[in-house]
């Protein structure tokens, strides 16, 4: 009896960690929202999310309103995007303009590979959002992408991307990066894109980076010093109230400095 126990025993805990395994990655099922067939809503255990079908391998990410009027997103915790071609054949290539806004749930977010283009706003508003995961298929961080994601400390930048575009993390003061956080491949940082981001410290080298747009880009950041080889045009307040800032290296060809 003893023996027949403890195998019992053995069997539910395999059995139990074998189900918190597959919880981690819930399949993705594709259903059909609207008589069209255009809009469809992705769901699983936690989360229902509208997309627009474009083509059979061109699928956007995006809010869709509903016959109610209402938003088609809900859910809460982690939302990982990653598996939804494997597990249904979606392949999302497009996010659009505030796609999962004001999503309060939300915890952690992975988007996956195949997402090529980041409207704007993407997660404004996502208050509780503390890690994000960016695809490796993406050039470029949209404008306000995690505006007003006050909770947020952590994204990974996927090398390969180019661009860091309007106040993409204007005002994240929980947000933590150094220099081994940012891809070598930016080329583009515009306006206000790291303003009061007190805690993106350091050494900053940016061996490709030629272009500024607008101003205050690290105003008030907790960056020490600043390498861009082939920046020629420095905009006005670049590291403005930046108390920590000791050294900035450019081009030797620099024709302004705002």
Known sequence: LGEIMKKSSIFISVLAASMMMSSLHAAWTVEEYNQNGCTHTITDGNWEIGV????DDKWSLGKVVGQNGSSYIAGSGVLDLRTVEADCGVVLKVSNNGALEKVAG???VYLPDSLESVGGNTFT????LTNAVLGSGMK??????????SSLQKVLLPEGIEEIKD?????LKNLVMTQEDFPSTITTIRNCAFRHCSKVTGDLVFPNLT?????YHFQGAGVTSFTAPKLEDVPKGLFNDSKKFTKF??????TNIG
């Open 211 to 215: 272009t500024f747009t607008g101003a």
């Open 249 to 254: 290296v450019c081009s030797p060809n620099v």
């Open 167 to 171: 106040e993409a993390f204007d005002r």
């Open 52 to 55: 627009y079908k474009y083509s």
């Open 125 to 128: 508003g996502c208050t509780s």
């Open 140 to 149: 470029a961080v949209g404008t306000r992408m995690f505006f007003e994601c």
């Open 106 to 108: 939300m915890t952690e």
